[in-house]
C-alpha cells in the first residue's frame, strides 16, 4: 500500500513540475515585472520543492528497509510500558527509556541497528525530530 502512495506521489510531483514549467512560460510570456518575478520564483522553487520530495522518499525507503531488516532479525525493541490510546510511550515511562536506549547507542556507535532502536523509542515517545536524526545517522551507518 505505501508504495502505492509513493508512486502517486511520484506522479504528483511530475505534474506539479510541468505545470510550474508551463506557468512561468506563461508568466515570462506576459512581460511585466511582476510576472517576471513570479516565472522566476516558479522556475526556482518548484525544483527546490522536488528536492525534498525526493530527499524526503529517499528517508522513508532506507528507514523502512532498515526496520523490516531489524524485525526480520528479531531487534526491534519490545513495548516495556504502557502506552496512550494513542499508541505512544506514557510521558512518564518516556525519558528512562530513551535514556536506556540512548546509553545503548552511545555505547555501540557504530552499530547502526542500537541507534535505529533508539529512533523508534524517540519516535513511539513523541519525540520526532530527535527520532528522525536517529534514523538517520542508522542510515548513513548502514551503508
Known amino acids: ?3 502505492i502512495g509513493v508512486a502517486l506521489m511520484g506522479a504528483a510531483l511530475l505534474v506539479y513540475l510541468a505545470v510550474a514549467v508551463w ?3 506563461m508568466f515570462f510570456a506576459v512581460g511585466t515585472a511582476v510576472s517576471i518575478g513570479m516565472g522566476v520564483a516558479l ?3 518548484a525544483p527546490v520543492g522536488a528536492w525534498a520530495l525526493v530527499r524526503e522518499m529517499q528517508f522513508g525507503f532506507a528507514a523502512d528497509r532498515l526496520g ?5 532479525e528479531g531487534g526491534m525493541p519490545p513495548v516495556e510500558t504502557e502506552l496512550t490510546p494513542s499508541g505512544r510511550v ?3 515511562d518516556a525519558d528512562a527509556l530513551i535514556a536506556r536506549y540512548a546509553a ?7 552499530d547502526w541497528r542500537a541507534r535505529y532502536r533508539l529512533g523508534v523509542v524517540q519516535d513511539a515517545s513523541g519525540h520526532r525530530k530527535d527520532a528522525r536524526a536517529s534514523i538517520r545517522e542508522a542510515i548513513r551507518l548502514a551503508r
Do not use: N
Not at 545503548?104 to 557504530?110: I, K, N, W
Open 104 to 110: 545503548d547507542a552511545d555505547a555501540a556507535p557504530d
Open 68 to 72: 523490516r531488516q531489524l524485525d526480520g
Open 43 to 45: 522556475i526556482v522553487l
Open 90 to 92: 506514557a510521558r512518564s
Open 23 to 25: 506557468l512561468a512560460v
Open 1 to 3: 500500500m505505501s508504495r
